[in-house]
């Protein structure tokens, strides 16, 4: 998949930095509407040191976290702001979490987050994560905007 947004525009639209950010780069957006994005899973992750020392596996708030930060490019994108304008957009809720394997080094996630609505400063959106073809992890989640 060619990126449409690489690590450096990626980093223009969220606040986030190594080792927190979670988002490599953008492969499809409709803004106001969803994003796909990708995030490669690699051996060096701080977080393998200790989940598990001998069974390395992604965290699955990670992965929710992942979404996020997906979502908040689509936000930001798709409501021409930035956090560089004081402007962030926070986790205020998730539902219907589910996680259906494990995600280990090598993986590479296929983040797709779809806006179901929005009103005022909340959005409700729905996401799912996908190592190849195969699903990962889903949730519903909203968003709060600040600034």
Known sequence: MKCIMDIHEVMKYLPHRPPFLLVDCVVE???GESIVALKNVTINEPFFIG????RPVMPGVLMLEALAQAAGILAYKS???SPHE???Y???????????????PGDQ???EVKLLRAKNDFWKLEGSVY???ELVC?????TARKG
């Open 109 to 111: 996630l296929r983040l």
């Open 51 to 54: 989940h598990f020392p001998n």
């Open 29 to 31: 957006m409709k803004e």
């Open 86 to 88: 004081g402007v962030l």
């Open 131 to 133: 190592v190849e073809n």
């Open 90 to 104: 926070y986790f205020a809720g998730i539902d219907n979490v589910r996680f259906r394997r494990i995600v280990e």
């Open 138 to 142: 889903s949730a519903e989640f909203l």
């Open 79 to 81: 409501t021409n702001t």
